[in-house]
């Protein structure tokens, strides 16, 4: 167990929907990750967030976005789903900003 | 740009005998390298980090990798397999803090099959 949390493990949801997935991350770990795994692209960065800030983004479409609360909890929100988003959506954290980043179970999405 | 390669989709070892899983990298600078081991339906799990210092680093489960910059390697090792081994690896690297991003950049990933 890495200590970084998840919810929900698995969603199924339509074509044109919304979805928010969350992430805790390990405690006192102030860097948020989101990562996208899909068997076409792989494993691809999508955006970091630190101490509530957004400090760099990869390949995240217009249609996602993600912000850190002040707790530290990351949201990753995706809207107007395609049945391409269908993927593994991993959060990581990490304790300091050249360390190795702990990854949670992910989410599965699946959009019918 | 960085990028990371793993040439080999799958590796297959037998039980005891020594596995080594590859990866090669392209980064300006000096880089920061990892692994990671992925078993089914689970999230990744931080295997060993290259930052600096010894080009061997040992990490968990009784994995180490070598670094060689002349050759831009850095290949996952362990010198008696075990069939709970089997699992998908990958290889990442990360650019240098004088970069803007710590980001990972993670290769296309290697399945390895360890045989009874």
């Known amino acids: 167990d890495s200590g970084v949390t998840q919810t929900p493990k698995h969603l199924i949801t339509a074509t044109g929907q919304r979805v928010t997935l969350r992430c805790s991350p390990r405690?006192?770990?102030?860097?948020v990750y989101w990562y996208q795994q899909s068997l076409d692209q792989g494993l691809q960065f999508l955006i970091q967030y630190y101490n509530g800030e957004e400090r760099a983004k990869g390949n995240i479409l217009e249609r996602f976005s993600a912000q850190q609360f002040p707790d530290l909890h990351s949201e990753l929100n995706l809207s107007s789903l395609e049945l391409g988003d269908s993927a593994l959506y991993f959060c990581?954290?990490?304790?300091?900003?050249?360390?190795?980043?702990?990854f949670g179970p992910g989410t599965r999405l699946t959009v019918t | 740009a960085q990028s990371v390669a793993q040439p080999e989709d799958q590796v297959n070892v037998a039980e005891g005998n020594p596995l080594t899983v590859k990866c090669t990298y392209s980064v300006s600078g000096n880089p920061y390298l990892f692994w990671y081991v992925q078993y089914p339906n689970r999230g990744l799990q931080f295997l060993l980090k290259y930052i600096t210092g010894d080009n061997l680093v040992k990490g968990s489960y009784g994995f180490e990798a070598e670094f060689n910059k002349s050759q831009t390697s850095f290949h996952l090792k362990k010198p008696s397999a075990l069939v709970s081994d089997s699992a998908l690896y990958f290889c990442?690297?990360?650019?240098?803090?004088?970069?803007?991003?710590?980001?990972?950049?993670f290769g296309t990933g290697t399945r390895l099959q360890v045989f009874p």
């Open positions: 990581a954290s990490t304790p300091r900003l050249d360390g190795e980043q702990y």
């Open positions: 405690s006192g770990d102030l860097s």
């Open positions: 990442a690297v990360r650019a240098p803090r004088s970069y803007n991003t710590d980001k990972l950049i």
